[in-house]
């Protein structure tokens, strides 16, 4: 047979099944010479064969895939070698009769080293010392691009390729399986939009990967702002690729998050990327941290070169060995947000001009939310021209799949005349309202941003009795606001896990705050009880909660309202971090009669003889609430009966409230 080069294949595949052939022929050579009595004709031609096939392949030796991994894994050609045995062993069913006339039914398994050495004629000391090599760390059972089976410390164990290895010598790119569909290889954007604050930080980056030792880079910050791009850039302009595993997409457990690390590791170093780790803290879960981490520090300080990772988080403790810079990565400036909006919406940008304006500002976005965004917007408006209100759709449906069943959004239905208050309450409501609806112009445009310690979102503590209005003004201000409104449910957040409840609050407030929604905490002092003196580990980790949440709420930038039925529960340190403390209080007598009045709507049909006078002054403990379920059950008594609300029901569903509230009237 005359080898010649063809080109009905790519180089990388044609060099691929030529490397193949190769090791058939040796096999093939190697069954001939341990045979009874060998034919010569036979040696002769598979001896042209193999020595036609060895001139092709060295014509195509510079541009082979093999000869880079060597380069870049400091491989000899021995090593190569015996990688393209247990590749062809892996990719080539015509060599397995050969090998079971060698070796018998147990080459099926894989290659071991005494087969290896009868194929390449391995003679003297060169098996024994392959053998040792290969104990000691060699690089390719270290990168896991060759495994080995069977029992640990025997000469007969086999040698098996994983299965990228053999994909990637032929030439494909799609990435290894192992890592279960979570990992990507980050793109990087012809154009980079950075404000001032990111650019000082992107600044940063190269020095620190080029760094020795090599370190462990976590970039913190809210996801969907641009981290893992900026990272990819800066690499890019390194001569290097960046592999990201997103630990979000693997199966839960440290077994599968072990298995995507060992494959993470193998693609780097086939490629020769930089490993990227996605979302650090979603390694915090219910069961299984300490284990999820101490797999991952292992990866870390055994993977050569600089190691990536992102966090929404700040400080999360893992235990590794190498150094550990921090990289603080900010939420882009509005004007940036602006130009990433145009950008991103392409030709319908000019469409909504006059709105991009009011759109940067109120959604604290980066590249990947806003591209995630636009594409929501364009499925939502269908055929329809694309219109700012598709754009605000856009944002909160990723919003709400950022949160999961973490929060839970409200629909507000009632308005303000439903309410009455007292009016300092409403002086505070109105100044609450002005604070987060001009927050922009004075914070931004009049620089008294400059003049906050931390951020600059609004945070109110609402305290008084059930049924005082609190969770409801909460609403109304979300409707005034034009925010989403979404109760947190505590019992899907607080965890007796170490550390689980402060990853589902860094998810809830770093997901509110770029879809500008407004936050309840109703029953606020379950989260934000008072500190205690520590005499336990319970207690300190109790604090520690405590502590996350108060400098969490400080720092946050959007609207957040905490509700109480006891004010002194809370603890003092979340006073000066509030922007208002509104105490709520049962409604004076006047504020009664006119919650009776607004709670009987105009189109039931209502009894003209009514004295609202007398119910205000005769159940005078009923707060809105109360007075609320008491004037629904008249009227669902009136539909009952097939009559008007009359006083006398409403009379009759007062005395039933009354004694669900535990008080008693007596009879007149």
Same mark, same amino acid.
């Given at each position: 047979m005359q080898w010649t080069m063809r080109t009905p294949m790519t180089g990388q595949l044609h060099g691929f099944h030529q490397q193949l052939e190769r090791v058939r022929l040796r096999t093939m050579l190697a069954v001939e010479r341990a045979s009874a009595k060998p034919d010569p004709e036979v040696l002769e031609r598979l001896g042209r064969q193999l020595t036609g096939l060895e001139a092709v392949l060295a014509e195509l030796r510079d541009a082979a895939r093999d000869q880079l991994l060597a380069f870049r894994l400091g491989l000899d050609d021995t090593d190569l070698e015996l990688m393209w045995t247990a590749v062809a062993v892996a990719a080539d069913p015509r060599l397995v009769p050969h090998l079971q006339v060698l070796g018998g039914q147990d080459a099926r398994r894989g290659i071991s080293l005494w087969l290896h050495a009868q194929i390449w004629q391995l003679e003297d000391e060169r098996p024994r010392e392959l053998a040792q090599r290969l104990a000691g760390g060699h690089p390719l059972i270290r990168d896991h691009l060759l495994v080995w089976t069977g029992e640990p410390g025997t000469a007969n164990r086999t040698l098996v390729a994983a299965s990228r290895t053999v994909t990637w010598l032929a030439g494909s790119e799609e990435l290894d399986e192992t890592m279960c569909g979570a990992g990507t290889v980050v793109a990087v954007p012809a154009q980079l939009a950075l404000d001032p604050r990111q650019e000082a930080s992107a600044a940063n980056l190269p020095g620190v990967l080029l760094g020795t030792p090599s370190p462990l880079v976590i970039v913190e910050g809210a996801s969907g702002t641009g981290r893992r791009t900026?990272?990819?850039?800066?690499?890019?302009?390194?001569? +290097?690729?960046?592999? #990201?595993?997103?630990?979000?997409?693997?199966?839960?457990?440290?077994?599968?998050?072990?298995?995507?690390?060992?494959?993470?590791?193998?693609?780097?170093?086939?490629?020769?990327?930089?490993?990227?780790?996605?979302?650090?803290?979603?390694?915090?879960? &219910?069961?299984?941290?300490?284990?999820?981490?101490?797999? !991952?520090?292992?990866?870390?300080?055994?993977?050569?070169?600089?190691? $990536? $990772?992102?966090?929404?988080?700040?400080?999360?403790?893992?235990?590794?060995?190498?150094?550990?810079?921090?990289?603080?990565?900010?939420?882009?400036?509005?004007?940036?947000?602006?130009?990433?909006?145009?950008?991103?919406?392409?030709?319908?940008?000019?469409?909504?001009?006059?709105? /991009?304006?009011?759109?940067?500002?109120?959604?604290?976005? =980066?590249?990947?939310?806003?591209?995630?965004?636009?594409?929501?917007?364009?499925?939502?408006?269908?055929?329809?021209?694309?219109? @700012?209100?598709?754009?605000?759709?856009?944002?909160?449906?990723?919003?709400?799949?950022?949160?999961?069943?973490?929060?839970?959004?409200?629909?507000?239905?009632?308005? *303000?005349?439903? /309410?009455? /208050?007292?009016?300092?309450?409403?002086?505070?409501?109105?100044?609450?309202?002005?604070?987060?609806k001009h927050a922009h112009r004075v914070l931004e445009d009049w620089g008294f941003s400059s003049k906050l310690p931390k951020g600059a979102g609004v945070a109110a503590l609402f305290s008084g009795p059930p049924g005082t209005g609190k969770t409801m003004v909460a609403g109304l201000i979300a409707r005034q606001l034009d925010l989403e /409104?979404?109760?947190?449910?505590?019992? +899907?957040?607080? @965890?007796? *896990?170490?550390?689980?409840?402060?990853?589902?609050?860094?998810?809830?407030?770093?997901?509110?705050? $770029?879809?500008?929604?407004?936050?309840?905490?109703?029953? &606020?002092? @379950?989260?934000?009880?008072?500190?205690?003196?520590?005499?336990?580990?319970?207690?300190?980790?109790?604090?520690?909660?405590?502590?996350?949440?108060?400098?969490?709420?400080?720092?946050?930038? =959007?609207?957040?309202? !905490?509700?109480?039925?006891?004010?002194?529960?809370?603890?003092?340190? !979340?006073?000066?971090?509030?922007?208002?403390?509104?105490?709520?209080?049962?409604?004076?007598? @006047?504020?009664?009669?006119?919650?009776?009045?607004?709670?009987?709507?105009?189109?039931?049909?209502?009894?003209?003889?009514?004295?609202?006078?007398?119910?205000?002054?005769?159940?005078?403990?009923?707060? =809105?609430?109360?007075?609320?379920?008491? $004037?629904?059950?008249?009227?669902?008594? #009136?539909?009952?009966?097939?009559?008007?609300?009359?006083?006398?029901?409403?009379?009759?569903?007062?005395?039933?409230?009354?004694?669900?509230?535990?008080?008693?009237?007596?009879r007149k």
């Open positions: 900026a990272i990819a850039s800066v690499a890019a302009k390194l001569g +290097k690729p960046v592999i #990201a595993l997103d630990v979000r997409r693997l199966p839960a457990g440290p077994a599968a998050l072990e298995l995507a690390l060992v494959g993470l590791r193998r693609e780097c170093r086939l490629r020769d990327a930089i490993p990227l780790v996605l979302d650090l803290h979603e390694l915090i879960t &219910a069961e299984g941290t300490s284990e999820s981490l101490r797999i !991952l520090a292992r990866v870390v300080d055994a993977m050569p070169g600089p190691f $990536a $990772a992102t966090a929404s988080q700040r400080s999360l403790d893992l235990p590794v060995a190498r150094p550990i810079v921090r990289v603080r990565w900010q939420v882009p400036d509005t004007a940036t947000r602006r130009a990433m909006w145009v950008r991103a919406l392409g030709a319908d940008a000019a469409a909504i001009e006059t709105e /991009l304006d009011d759109i940067s500002i109120r959604y604290g976005l =980066g590249a990947g939310g806003i591209a995630r965004a636009v594409i929501s917007a364009r499925l939502v408006a269908g055929t329809s021209p694309l219109t @700012s209100r598709h754009v605000v759709e856009g944002v909160r449906s990723n919003i709400a799949e950022a949160l999961g069943d973490l929060a839970v959004r409200q629909e507000v239905s009632q308005t *303000w005349d439903d /309410l009455v /208050l007292a009016p300092d309450i409403q002086d505070q409501i109105t100044m609450l309202v002005s604070r987060v /409104l979404y109760q947190v449910d505590l019992s +899907k957040v607080v @965890s007796k *896990w170490v550390g689980e409840t402060e990853k589902q609050l860094a998810k809830i407030f770093e997901a509110a705050e $770029a879809g500008h929604a407004l936050l309840l905490f109703d029953e &606020a002092d @379950s989260l934000f009880a008072k500190r205690t003196e520590v005499k336990s580990a319970t207690d300190r980790y109790a604090n520690l909660e405590v502590n996350y949440l108060l400098q969490r709420i400080e720092s946050f930038g =959007g609207v957040s309202i !905490l509700t109480t039925n006891l004010e002194t529960s809370i603890d003092p340190a !979340l006073r000066r971090r509030l922007a208002a403390s509104v105490a709520f209080w049962p409604p004076e007598e @006047s504020e009664r009669q006119k919650l009776w009045r607004r709670m009987l709507v105009s189109r039931a049909p209502i009894d003209a003889d009514l004295d609202l006078d007398e119910l205000a002054a005769a159940f005078d403990e009923m707060t =809105g609430a109360n007075i609320r379920n008491a $004037a629904l059950s008249a009227a669902f008594l #009136a539909a009952a009966e097939q009559s008007p609300i009359t006083q006398k029901l409403l009379e009759r569903a007062a005395r039933a409230e009354y004694a669900s509230m535990g008080r008693v009237l007596g």
